[in-house]
């Protein structure tokens, strides 16, 4: 679980002095609402410790994407941070000590204390396969951090039965991305049920779970993402999560 203090580091970390927000981070804040990324950071800031070996599964050219500040610290606090992608942008990473280009499969390093999969889940066409690679690389005792969609959400099963040229075209409007930055998906681990029990047959156990409410959707348009946050307080205020989630799991590793 996450507390808050954690949460307000994460913050800090990405957009600096509170009182010069833009005002897409102001609104946040006043909502209350932090957003999945800060959520992922929070938790894998906590996981780093110093001198600590980390495998960073899928990242490709980054870390955080949205939250470079960070992922220069903890790249400095651990003692050996590791990038695994078979995409050729790995080699653009700035924050990795080492970069290889691979599946996680052919990867033949480690051992880890920690493993990472930011939003690359979603894309695994083997899921038992990359979960046995993870249990092979990562110490016993030592945790796999998965951040990735809901299945469910209304974006991913957009997704799901439109074309990848589609998915470019939405994200480029929406989020700004590149189209080197947009893969195929595969959905093969994408409910809490599924990564339990795969990580479960790989020898690992569930540590903590969160369903992570997604107000991103419109983030770049001032009064879109001013309802977003509202319809999030009004849900949230009955109890509910808000329709857009993604996931993140922390999953131990069992003593050998």
């Not at 005002?23 to 600590?52: H, I, K, N, Q």
């Not at 990242?59 to 939250?67: A, I, Q």
């Not at 590149?178 to 893969?183: G, M, V």
């Not at 809490?192 to 409410?213: K, N």
Request: glycine share 8%; aromatic share 12%.
């Amino acid at each position: 679980m996450h507390t808050t203090d954690e949460l307000r580091r994460a913050f800090r970390s990405k957009y600096g002095d509170v009182s010069r927000l833009g005002w897409g981070p102001r609104a946040r804040r006043s909502a209350g609402y932090f957003t999945p990324d800060d959520y992922y950071e929070a938790t894998v800031a906590r996981l780093v410790t110093p001198g600590c070996s980390w495998l960073d599964v899928g990242g490709g050219r980054d870390v955080f994407p949205s939250n470079r500040r960070l992922a220069a610290e903890l790249a400095a606090r651990c003692g050996r941070l590791v990038a695994v992608d078979p995409d050729p942008t790995v080699r653009e990473n700035p924050f990795a000590h080492e970069r290889v280009q691979a599946m996680i499969q052919d990867y033949a390093g480690g051992p880890f204390d920690l493993a990472t999969l930011r939003m690359v889940a979603e894309h695994i066409d083997e899921p038992e396969a990359a979960v046995a690679s993870l249990a092979r690389l990562v110490r016993p005792g030592g945790a796999v951090v998965v951040y990735t969609v809901n299945q469910w959400s209304a974006v991913s099963l957009a997704a799901w039965l439109t074309p990848l040229w589609f998915h470019h075209a939405v994200k480029r409007r929406l989020w700004g991305t590149e189209e080197k930055d947009t893969f195929p998906v595969a959905y093969k681990m994408n409910t809490r049920g599924r990564l339990r029990s795969l990580f479960h047959s790989g020898g690992f156990r569930e540590e903590s779970f969160d369903y992570l409410d997604d107000c991103r959707t419109f983030h770049q348009f001032r009064l879109l993402h001013y309802i977003e946050l509202t319809v999030w307080q009004a849900v949230r205020s009955v109890g509910w999560h808000y329709p857009e989630t993604c996931l993140l799991g922390v999953y131990r590793k069992r003593p050998a």
